[in-house]
């Protein structure tokens, strides 16, 4: 894995987010008719090229180490989210713009005499409705894949719980030994310090012993 590799798409992927931000909170609103799908147009391709740079970044970090993964897992849940909801405001606005090319067209054909003109009309209609269609569809799979991702983090932060359970569990072990050993050295002192007075009690009674034994030898005669 390369770090500046993996910088670098992260940088891309953030600029490209603040672009997509900027366009469809501030540009897009106030637009209408063909310009707003002409905008739009362009604000889904500019999605598509940071969905592909958050697909990057994705394989990059997959060859990372795994402490280096979760460090990176709600960043990556964040950028996420901020893609999901730039594509529901897009599908929002897309969809706005078909009902209004709809309505126009429908407006604008005050008479269905012309047998071309009217047919060209329903192909113009039936399409509008396709991509309303698919504007539905799209905002099912954000859905679903919103509801993935949060599936994703809770099972990723369960495993971190476990994890830390278990490290709880081996410094509560590493405690309970430490105060073992703590008492038994304890306990060695104790003894230590009882030997000594012991082999002090030995020594007073042999120097007295040897007194005594020198006194019986020199004043007794």
């Not at 706005?96 to 009309?121: C, H, I, M, P, V």
């Not at 050993?181 to 000594?196: D, E, F, P, Y």
């Amino acid at each position: 894995m390369s770090s500046e590799r993996l910088e670098r798409y992260e940088e891309n992927l953030k600029s490209q987010l603040r672009d997509l931000e900027a366009l469809v909170s501030h540009t897009l609103p106030s637009l209408r008719g063909d310009e707003l799908r002409r905008y739009v147009r362009q604000a889904e391709h500019k999605l598509e090229d940071a969905e592909n740079e958050y697909s990057q970044l994705q394989v990059e970090l997959k060859r990372a180490p795994r402490s280096f993964q979760q460090e990176y897992n709600l960043s990556m849940a964040r950028y996420k989210n901020e893609l999901n909801s730039l594509k529901r405001n897009l599908i929002s606005y897309s969809s706005k713009s078909a009902r209004t090319e709809l309505l126009s067209r429908d407006d604008d054909s005050t008479s269905f005499g012309a047998t071309n003109d009217g047919y060209d009309q329903v192909l113009r209609n039936t399409e509008a409705m396709k991509r309303a269609t698919y504007s539905v569809h799209k905002a099912q799979e954000i859905s679903a894949e919103t509801d993935q991702i949060a599936d994703n983090i809770v099972n990723e932060l369960g495993e971190q719980r476990q994890t830390l359970l278990r490290t709880r569990d081996r410094v509560s072990g590493f405690d309970a030994q430490m105060n073992q050993t703590r008492s038994l050295l304890r306990k060695i002192a104790c003894q230590t310090v009882q030997n000594r007075f012991i082999l002090i009690a030995v020594i007073i009674v042999e120097v007295l012993i040897l007194i005594l034994v020198t006194w019986l030898k020199f004043f007794k005669k």
